[in-house]
């Protein structure tokens, strides 16, 4: 996959819906169209979540994608992303695991959230899907700001002791991802399936899915071919295709 220039604004409140809403209103945005921002402020996460980023300290982008294929090969679209996310960690020193469907973590803080979404723009039956996937990184965050989130969390900073620039590592970031899109949008979940398993957080442990109100509870046994997560509970193994996953048995 190709990005082209990333285009750069001062502040928006969400570089997801800013393209979000360029295509809902006609505009064609080309694959590999990248927003960047130096302050997003009502960013947003999976459910509810917010993800807002400091003022020129953290990293917050979206770029445009054109899926083909079966529309479940998309469930492991945030997976691609987030390998592609500890590519580019691994490069600057910092070590990271995946974790299942959209985070990237440091031990158990997470450093980098991702967001896809698809668009609502019509296209005719056979075309390519348009998807919008957005990506939040800790870059500047400080540990004082860190304890007064409601979740452990990291940052580049956190983990380096470097004082880095969104900026600068947004360039790198593309280049990490290239080329796990490139695999994805060819093979799919099978393609990424052994880089993912021996990166991702969780694998063969008790963990705890929970989908709005419902938790389900049992040892993560693997995961399937679109990239759905297996879960096996009272000896049945079942496909869960979104949720939040949280380690260990703890409700």
Same mark, same amino acid.
């Given at each position: ?64 994608? /054109? $899926?083909?294929? !079966? #529309? ?5 679209? *945030?997976?691609?992303?987030?390998? =592609?996310? %500890? ?55 400080? /540990? $004082?700001?860190? !304890? #007064? ?5 990291? *940052?580049?900073?956190?983990?380096? =002791?470097? %004082? ?56 993560? $046994? ?30």
């Amino acid at each position: 996959m190709r990005f082209l220039p990333p285009q750069w604004i001062e502040r928006v409140a969400s570089t997801n819906t800013s393209l979000l809403e360029q295509l809902a209103g006609g505009i064609c945005l080309a694959a590999g169209t990248v927003l960047a921002t130096d302050e997003q402020t009502a960013g947003r996460g999976r459910g509810d979540h917010q993800w807002q980023t400091k003022p020129g300290r953290d990293l917050a982008c979206s770029f445009v994608l /054109h $899926a083909a294929g !079966a #529309a479940e090969n998309l469930c492991s679209l *945030s997976m691609a992303v987030a390998l =592609g996310v %500890t590519d580019m960690l691994a490069g600057i020193g910092i070590i990271a695991r995946t974790k299942w469907p959209n985070d990237v973590t440091v031990g158990h803080r997470k450093i980098c959230g991702i967001l896809p979404e698809l668009s609502h723009q019509a296209w005719h039956q056979g075309d390519p899907a348009v998807v919008v996937v957005g990506v939040g990184l800790n870059v500047g965050m400080s /540990h $004082a700001e860190a !304890a #007064a989130i409601d979740q452990p969390a990291t *940052s580049v900073h956190m983990e380096t =002791g470097r %004082t880095a620039s969104a900026r600068d590592l947004l360039p790198e970031l593309l280049a990490a991802l290239a080329p796990r899109l490139e695999r994805w949008s060819l093979g799919g979940f099978a393609s990424l399936r052994p880089d993912w398993e021996n990166r991702c957080a969780g694998l063969g442990e008790v963990v705890t899915v929970i989908d709005g109100d419902t938790r389900r509870q049992g040892v993560l $046994a693997g995961f399937g071919n679109g990239g759905q997560l297996l879960l096996t509970e009272a000896g049945r193994t079942v496909d869960i295709w979104a949720g939040h996953l949280r380690l260990g048995g703890s409700p």
